[in-house]
């Protein structure tokens, strides 16, 4: 099947400085990728929708400036947790959406973020 | 509004049979897709339904009924790696994918 890579798999970082979070399609391209959060025990919850070349589409509640996107390539998108906080601890999981195929999503293997 | 029900929890033994159920009421429809996630993963890709009847892919099938807006993931010989949760989760008419909550499947030996 697709694969789709995440990168780093875990940080650990102090309250106030800004963490990226990379998300590659490694064998396929991807217009679309999707980016999620889930705290523990808790179900995914979609973030942000990733189109290349565009702006991402945030879901309610999701703050732009803080949770920074961009989508330079069919390949990679990347997300940026700015100042973070505490509560930006979390599991966060990257998807692409094969655009030559069908429309099901691929994850990474997600990213842990602690912010002490 | 949009959603997708399916149980919570489920409890199965070794080398049984178990069905979970997921039913969903979204405006439009493109799909149904089953993952599955282990405690501390990210979600793995099952199954695609989007015609009605039964996909069958070894252990693992999955049915779909547009018409009642109901699917189900059956697996077979369970293994104790097969606990999990399973998500299902719904393409709307805007290619969206709407999820449900998970069911968690606990494998007894």
């Known amino acids: 099947g697709a694969v789709v890579s995440q990168h780093p798999s875990w940080v650990i970082c102090k309250s106030g400085t800004s963490v990226k979070i990379e998300c590659r399609s490694l064998?396929?391209?991807?217009?679309?990728m999707f980016w999620y959060r889930q705290f523990p025990k808790q179900s995914l919850m979609l973030m942000a929708t990733?189109?290349?070349?565009?702006?991402?589409?945030?879901e309610q509640g999701v703050e732009k400036d803080k949770f920074l996107i961009n989508h330079a390539s069919l390949t990679l998108s990347t997300l940026t947790v700015t100042s973070a906080h505490p509560e930006d601890s979390s599991f966060y999981i990257c998807?692409?959406?094969?655009?030559?195929?069908?429309?099901?999503?691929?994850f990474g293997p997600g990213t842990r973020l602690l912010v002490l | 509004g949009q959603n997708i029900d399916q149980p919570t929890e489920m409890t199965a033994t070794e080398g049984a049979i178990v069905q979970i159920n997921c039913t969903y009421q979204?405006?439009?429809?493109?799909?149904l897709f089953w993952y599955q996630q282990h405690a501390g993963e990210a979600p793995t890709f099952l199954s695609y339904?989007?015609l009605d009847g039964l996909e069958e892919k070894g252990r693992f099938s999955s049915f779909l009924s547009r018409s009642k807006g109901y699917s189900y993931l059956l697996l077979k010989e369970l293994q104790m790696k097969d606990s999990a949760s399973y998500l299902c989760?719904?393409?709307?008419?805007?290619?969206?994918?709407?999820w449900g909550a998970g069911t968690k499947l606990i494998i007894k030996p």
């Open positions: 998807s692409a959406r094969d655009s030559g195929g069908a429309e099901t999503q691929y």
């Open positions: 064998d396929f391209q991807a217009t679309t």
């Open positions: 990733s189109n290349e070349g565009s702006k991402a589409t945030y």
């Open positions: 979204t405006s439009g429809f493109n799909g």
């Open positions: 339904n989007v």
């Open positions: 989760a719904v393409m709307d008419s805007n290619y969206q994918l709407i």
